[in-house]
């Protein structure tokens, strides 16, 4: 794979199943918790997928950039203002409210007047090539672009290797979130918010 052949753009509406896909991997089985035998015959990427598609609510194809090679997407990231972030009238109506008091402080703990990396996922042959810094730079950007000067986001705690980009990109952690073990969300530990400032480095002259 050559990198100068991936093309970095945002996402179109014929994106969105490919973009739902990547928010579902990346969501360490919180997609799975919520969505658990409430979606009859549709698959919970069908349902999000249509929803980003339809742009309800926050949900857009346009919230991404995708990495594409050869004519595939290889690789998502999704971010909107921090203001969105929380539980929403849809969500109380839609999702068993027992669901949503495990994820409570998950969806209450926020960096404000930030901007919000929702979700980044890139395929795993393609992982350690340097597309997820890309995508986290062109997020940064995008923050700027929005009058924006933090970026904020969040991580299973036991994702180690996650962690290590996001600190080799300038993030730090704000907070230590609480998730109860549950046998859909398999990870330890529960989730950190970070934060990055998202100020233009300017070339050095060395």
Same mark, same amino acid.
């Given at each position: 794979m050559i990198m100068e052949e991936i093309l970095y753009r945002t996402g179109k509406l014929e994106d969105s199943l490919k973009i739902a896909e990547g928010i579902d991997r990346a969501s360490g089985g919180i997609m799975e918790f919520l969505f658990h035998d409430l979606l009859g015959p549709h698959t919970r990427t069908e349902v999000m997928g249509k929803s980003i598609e339809e742009k309800q609510g926050t949900d857009s194809y346009e919230n991404a950039t995708v990495a594409e090679y050869q004519g595939d997407i290889i690789g998502i990231v999704y971010s909107y203002s921090s203001k969105f972030h929380g539980i929403t009238d849809?969500?109380?109506?839609?999702?068993?409210?027992?669901?949503?008091?495990?994820?409570?402080?998950?969806?209450?703990?926020?960096?404000?007047?930030?901007?919000?990396?929702?979700?980044?996922?890139?395929?795993?042959?393609?992982? @350690?090539?340097?597309?997820? =810094?890309?995508?986290?730079?062109?997020?940064?950007?995008? %923050? /700027?672009?929005? @009058?924006?000067?933090?970026? =904020?986001?969040?991580?299973?705690?036991?994702?180690?290797? %996650? /962690?290590?980009?996001?600190?080799?990109?300038?993030?730090?952690i704000v907070k230590h979130i609480d998730i109860q073990e549950h046998p859909l969300i398999p990870h330890k530990g529960g989730v950190y918010l970070l934060v990055s400032d998202v100020k233009e480095e300017l070339p050095s002259d060395r």
């Open positions: 849809s969500t109380r109506s839609f999702f068993p409210s027992d669901r949503l008091e495990v994820l409570k402080e998950f969806y209450n703990s926020k960096v404000d007047n930030s901007w919000f990396l929702d979700s980044i996922y890139v395929d795993e042959e393609f992982r @350690g090539t340097g597309i997820g =810094s890309k995508l986290i730079t062109l997020t940064k950007q995008r %923050a /700027r672009e929005n @009058g924006y000067s933090q970026l =904020s986001l969040m991580v299973m705690a036991d994702n180690t290797v %996650a /962690r290590r980009t996001y600190e080799r990109n300038g993030f730090r």
